[in-house]
């Protein structure tokens, strides 16, 4: 499966922006997909997951800020993200995984990743 992610930009602090992660075939076959974020210099972390059952799993740092979603239907998964920081400024990546864990995995499928900027 290929993912394209989309909706990064450039938003002030406080303000919100909702990530797209379009999925190339059916999503139905993972059970868990989601978003992961990078800044130089660190390892990706993860920002939220959502298994095909709608369980959902959040980083510490988000704190009730964003949401994840997923339309089957649209082979879709979204991340609406409220209250941004700057400090959330960071690459965004989203991922498809077979297998139902909330662990990262060598058998993970990656989207290109979208740029994020907070700042005023």
């Known amino acids: 499966v290929q993912l394209q992610a989309s909706g990064g930009g450039l938003v002030q602090p406080g303000g919100s922006l909702r990530l797209s992660c379009a999925a190339s075939g059916s999503i139905l076959s993972m059970n868990v997909m989601g978003w992961y974020r990078q800044v130089p210099g660190k390892q990706r972390e993860l920002i939220a997951g959502i298994k095909r059952g709608g369980s959902t799993n959040y980083g510490d740092f988000v704190e009730g800020r964003f949401t994840i979603s997923r339309d089957n239907t649209k082979n879709t998964v979204y991340l609406q993200m409220n209250r941004l920081k700057p400090e959330d400024t960071a690459v965004y990546y989203c991922?498809?995984?077979?297998?139902?864990?909330?662990?990262?995995?060598?058998?993970?499928?990656w989207g290109q990743g979208t740029q994020v900027t907070v700042s005023s």
């Open positions: 991922f498809a995984r077979r297998r139902s864990s909330w662990l990262k995995g060598s058998d993970d499928y």
